[in-house]
């Protein structure tokens, strides 16, 4: 079975997510040991699909005799239960989908400080300027189409540009997604709320092809269905492997908005070591081989995502990420969550 993401993040509103927090909580583990020696196990809490890095975790235990025992739900779950659990927690990292959800964690003080040695193989951007979480995998987004409908020379040169009469119903978007909304809060950091509603107020009355889900939008794009969507720049590469071709040959193409337009945002997986586990070597030995050539190599082949560390290629189908003009948003900031999810719905994007 191929590797897949093609599962919708549900907008998280305060009842769904308490929910959650009760069935991630129920299975009674204990939480009161210290996770400071070399035992030979450790405790991820992953807002990664199971599917996608599983098979990474399962390496490192072979290499190292480290078992893994992975709790897997959102990231947003993940992250609301680390702040209720708070220092009873029994995890020892967060494997996090996105930046903004370990920004909550560690403004919460539940992180430690990762070795410079370690935090300084990923640039600045990636990284927590307080050394308490690091990417370890990067996705950027871009606007997928299909040079039938729309040549090269007419795509547009921002994000914005979209809510303008030459693309009324025919851009796709997915807004329960978790991309998304990472999205549109890059809005609110980059060029404030109001900007945010105004964006959003136009794309709503500019009649957008509304999916549920990035990998069908990719599939209509590529089908000539619609012409345009909103995406992250991996489900070119995922799409293309589910269907046994590879990213040159499809008819869907990815195109970059220039200038740091907030278009391009690149967020990033990334993991934070919880407090209770700061001298424990097997935690260190886990964010290593996360950053090591061999998971690097991963994400990039398996996963379709830049790899963060330098020597290691990225997927060939798109520029290098050190060539990409990324907007000046702090990833950190990336952690309102809940005030994008209640603007998007206010937008009546969503039913």
């Not at 990472?182 to 950091?189: D, N, Q």
Request: charged share 20%.
């Amino acid at each position: 079975m191929p590797l897949t993401r093609r599962t919708t993040t549900a907008l998280l509103a305060a009842g769904v997510l308490a929910l959650g927090l009760a069935a991630c909580g129920a299975d009674g583990e204990d939480a009161t040991s210290a996770g400071t020696s070399d035992d030979k196990q450790i405790t991820v809490y992953s807002g990664r699909n199971e599917q996608l890095v599983k098979p990474l975790l399962e390496k490192f235990t072979a290499q190292t005799g480290i078992t893994v025992q992975a709790r897997y739900a959102s990231t947003a779950q993940l992250a609301a239960q680390l702040v209720e659990e708070g220092d009873k927690s029994p995890a020892d990292v967060f494997f996090a989908q996105d930046a903004g959800a370990l920004g909550t964690v560690a403004k919460r003080g539940m992180f430690s400080t990762l070795p410079e040695a370690t935090t300084a193989q990923v640039p600045a951007t990636y990284r927590a300027g307080t050394g308490q979480w690091v990417g370890v995998s990067a996705r950027a987004r871009v606007l997928v189409y299909n040079p039938d409908l729309v040549p090269a020379d007419q795509l547009p040169a921002s994000v914005f540009d979209l809510t303008g009469p030459a693309w009324k119903g025919k851009v796709g978007v997915a807004p329960t997604n978790a991309s998304f909304q990472a999205f549109v809060t890059a809005i609110r950091v980059q060029h404030g709320d109001a900007k945010a509603e105004e964006f959003l107020a136009g794309l709503k009355a500019n009649d957008p092809q509304i999916r549920d889900g990035n990998g069908k939008i990719v599939e209509d794009v590529n089908s000539g269905t619609i012409p345009v969507g909103l995406v992250n720049h991996y489900y070119l590469g995922e799409i293309a492997k589910e269907q046994g071709s590879t990213p040159e040959a499809l008819k869907a193409k990815v195109h970059f908005f220039p200038g740091g337009d907030t278009g391009a945002l690149v967020n990033v997986a990334g993991v934070g070591v919880l407090s209770r586990a700061a001298d424990d070597p097997d935690v260190q030995k886990f964010v290593d081989f996360l950053l090591g050539a061999e998971a690097q190599t991963y994400f990039a082949e398996q996963t379709f995502e830049y790899p963060v560390i330098a020597g290691v290629p990225g997927p060939a189908y798109v520029p290098a990420l050190s060539e990409l003009a990324v907007p000046k948003v702090d990833l950190n900031d990336l952690d309102t969550l809940d005030a994008t999810v209640t603007m998007i719905k206010n937008s009546g994007l969503v039913p």
